[in-house]
């Protein structure tokens, strides 16, 4: 089945202490990207990746890493997580480009930063 | 950068028609999709139109898209209790970038 696989679904961590989403897709897509989602605010992109080792940001990319050393995953990384980021998180993959192909989304996680 | 607005909320009764809007500041997408998310679930592909069409209908759903005033809407024929959910409109901004809407929830009373 053809998806995209985020791991954790639901995370609660302290102030500091880093920690990392994983994301995997099936789909051989070139193209993934991180989303956070802010009752309000819709979806914004945090960071993407075209291909192998090519990442940039997104709109709001402050306190996020990302890394693409392997097509199929693409982990975010909070090196010291702080409460504003406690949000909705959704790695999203596509074939042919952000606007130009539809967007497959995994199911998301939801940080808690205490 | 592109804004892109919806309407927060929305109540509907079963059977009814519901009708979502979005509004657009940029007119230079060339896809402007129409994405549902339900309860605990990441966001589904809906329906999308091409920048160059003003009417798409696909079974219960039909996309309008008002270039002049850049407006597009979501109308959901016969709407049913499965149809609650969130809805965000996306335009694409080339293969790089594409914008979402704030987001509308879509209630739907039995």
């Known amino acids: 089945e053809a998806q995209v696989t985020q791991n954790p679904r639901y995370l609660i961590t302290v102030t500091g202490k880093k920690l990392t989403v994983t994301c995997s897709q099936n789909?051989?897509?070139?193209?993934m990207s991180w989303y956070r989602q802010d009752p309000g605010l819709g979806l914004r992109q945090i960071y993407y990746?075209?291909?192998?080792?090519?990442?940039d940001k997104g709109d709001v990319p402050e306190g996020y890493k990302v890394s693409r050393k392997e097509k199929r995953n693409f982990p975010l990384i909070l090196e010291s997580p702080s409460p504003n980021q406690t949000s909705l998180y959704f790695c999203?993959?596509?074939?042919?480009?952000?606007?130009?192909?539809?967007?497959?989304f995994g199911n998301g996680t939801r940080l808690t930063v205490t | 950068g592109e804004d892109v607005e919806q309407s927060l909320f929305l109540s509907v009764r079963e059977g009814d028609s519901s009708v979502i809007n979005c509004t657009y500041t940029?007119?230079?997408?060339?896809?402007l999709y129409w994405y549902k998310q339900e309860p605990g679930a990441g966001l589904q592909l809906l329906t999308y139109?091409?920048?160059?069409?003003d009417m798409k209908q696909d079974q219960r759903l039909t996309v309008l898209l008002n270039k002049k005033d850049k407006h597009l809407s979501l109308r959901i024929a016969d709407t049913q209790t499965g149809d609650s959910a969130i809805y965000f409109c996306?335009?694409?901004?080339?293969?790089?970038?594409?914008?979402f809407g704030t987001g509308t929830k879509l209630q739907v009373i039995p």
């Open positions: 999203a993959s596509s074939s042919q480009g952000f606007g130009n192909s539809p967007l497959h």
């Open positions: 789909m051989n897509h070139e193209y």
């Open positions: 990746s075209m291909n192998v080792e090519v990442t």
């Open positions: 940029d007119s230079s997408s060339t896809y």
């Open positions: 139109i091409f920048s160059n069409m």
């Open positions: 996306a335009l694409s901004g080339g293969y790089q970038k594409v914008t």
